[in-house]
């Protein structure tokens, strides 16, 4: 099975740039969620902790994909969660917010850990308790010139946005300096897990797959 070392799991979810945030009705369906992403392309998977046996699906994903994704748990609201997570075997944890017992406990597992900001006061608290990354959440609040403009007083910290990503605006979170970004509804939308609508999901898997793609073109022209 794969390494947990952070440092080799934040360079493989660096080079992945894309981490699905999978909220589903049940592990099954966070399952086979998880494999038609991969089939498709995205391959940094988190599955969130408010899905029903969140670790159960982390644990049977790990033994199935372990080699070509990497999986972590998030929305970790609890130090009981943190527990479960790492037991699961999560390569990293994520935290919609920044909690100081919470971030100390994520930090002590030695796993990579991304904790929740907005405001720079709650960037540096994140930073302060050793976070590997800053999830800044929700990004749709400020968008790609909000990244910006916190790239600016913190150009060393790794952000990763969350939370009005789309495949249309992707290359402009690369672009304002986004370490990876995390896509949720837009990539993995609650009303096609609940529908069993896999076919929904693969194919705004590969809008994603393919908006990498041209942002990696004109980079490359420019």
Same mark, same amino acid.
């Given at each position: 099975?794969?390494?947990?070392?952070?440092?080799?799991?934040?360079?493989? #979810?660096?080079?992945?740039?894309?981490?699905?945030?999978?909220?589903?009705?049940?592990?099954?369906?966070?399952?086979?969620?998880?494999?038609? #992403?991969?089939?498709?392309?995205?391959?940094?998977?988190?599955?969130?902790?408010?899905?029903?046996?969140?670790?159960?699906?982390?644990?049977?994903?790990?033994?199935?994909?372990?080699?070509?994704?990497?999986?972590?748990?998030?929305?970790?609201?609890?130090?009981?969660?943190?527990?479960?997570?790492?037991?699961?075997?999560?390569?990293?944890?994520?935290?919609?917010?920044?909690?100081?017992?919470?971030?100390?406990?994520?930090?002590?597992?030695?796993?990579?850990?991304?904790?929740?900001? #907005?405001?720079?006061?709650?960037?540096?608290?994140?930073?302060?308790?050793?976070?590997?990354?800053?999830?800044?959440?929700?990004?749709?609040?400020?968008?790609?010139?909000?990244?910006?403009?916190?790239? /600016?007083?913190?150009?060393?910290?790794?952000?990763?946005?969350?939370?009005?990503?789309?495949?249309?605006?992707? /290359?402009?979170?690369?672009?304002?300096?986004?370490?990876?970004?995390?896509?949720?509804?837009?990539?993995?939308?609650?009303?096609?897990?609940?529908?069993?609508?896999?076919?929904?999901?693969?194919?705004?898997? /590969?809008?994603?797959?393919?908006?990498?793609?041209?942002?990696?073109?004109?980079?490359?022209?420019?």
């Amino acid at each position: 099975m794969t390494s947990t070392d952070p440092a080799q799991v934040l360079e493989r #979810l660096h080079s992945r740039r894309v981490i699905a945030v999978i909220r589903a009705p049940s592990q099954e369906l966070a399952a086979v969620a998880t494999s038609v #992403l991969i089939k498709h392309g995205i391959s940094g998977i988190e599955i969130t902790f408010t899905t029903p046996d969140a670790a159960v699906a982390i644990e049977t994903l790990r033994e199935r994909h372990g080699d070509e994704a990497v999986i972590g748990a998030g929305t970790l609201i609890t130090q009981d969660d943190v527990v479960a997570a790492e037991q699961a075997g999560a390569q990293f944890l994520v935290s919609p917010g920044t909690e100081a017992a919470l971030a100390r406990a994520m930090v002590s597992t030695g796993l990579a850990t991304m904790t929740g900001a #907005l405001t720079p006061s709650e960037v540096m608290a994140a930073q302060s308790h050793g976070a590997h990354v800053i999830k800044i959440f929700p990004g749709s609040l400020g968008g790609p010139s909000y990244l910006s403009a916190l790239k /600016g007083p913190f150009p060393q910290l790794k952000f990763m946005p969350t939370g009005g990503v789309s495949a249309e605006n992707l /290359g402009q979170w690369f672009n304002q300096g986004a370490f990876a970004v995390g896509a949720g509804g837009d990539l993995v939308s609650g009303k096609a897990l609940a529908a069993g609508d896999f076919d929904d999901i693969a194919s705004r898997a /590969g809008a994603y797959v393919a908006a990498l793609a041209e942002y990696d073109h004109h980079r490359k022209e420019n």
